[in-house]
């Protein structure tokens, strides 16, 4: 049985951050997170870019287009969704979700989802750096760790199609070696007794007539 998991090492990773302005208060501690977080497992502040939008309902259209434009190893969505009295909430929160969630499927870069949904502005404030962690923190991590591991699939896929390629040639070889003229009969082939062919007894000579 084999096991494979994703290092937390960002180093030479290019990751695109997409954060919404609306609650900007709150996203911010979560793009700061995000940053640190970053920063600390190796990637360079250069290769790090944040795409501010209006709201999170736009989140996914910007991550589409940074993981299409093929310059990021991942994307990572930040926002912060507050309960109120009608379900605006259930509708926006819904779309963010599944909308990153296709960003990844589609593409086959990383999409995170990074989005606080919260009943109150307590919460809201909890997750975004208070007491329960920073949500920013955590999306950058598990976006780290994603990228990895997928570095880890397509290394074995490569091993497996050289690996492949290197068995067919050896075959060709082999046959090649086989099907040519004059070629020496196999070691485990038996060869034709003498005589073959003549009557049992005799001997092989001409009878007289």
Known sequence: MNEYKGSLDASGKRIAIVAARFNETYVKNLVDGAVDCLGRLGADEEDVDIFWVPGSFEIPFAARAAAGSGDYDAVIGLGVIIRGATVHFDLIAREAASGIAAVGRDTGI???????????????????????????????????????????????????????????????????????????????????????????????????V
């Open 110 to 208: 990383p999409a995170v989802f990074g989005v606080v949904t919260a009943e109150t502005l307590e919460q809201a404030a909890e997750r975004c750096g208070s007491k329960m962690g920073n949500r920013g923190w955590e999306a950058a991590q598990s976006a780290v760790e994603m990228v990895n591991l997928g570095q880890a699939f397509r290394g074995r896929e490569e091993a497996e199609a050289l690996i492949g390629e290197e068995t067919g040639a050896a075959t060709g070889a082999e046959t090649g070696a086989e099907s040519r003229p004059g070629a020496a009969p196999d070691a485990n082939e038996s060869a034709a007794p003498r005589g073959a062919g003549k009557k049992a007894g005799d001997g092989g000579r001409t009878p007289r």
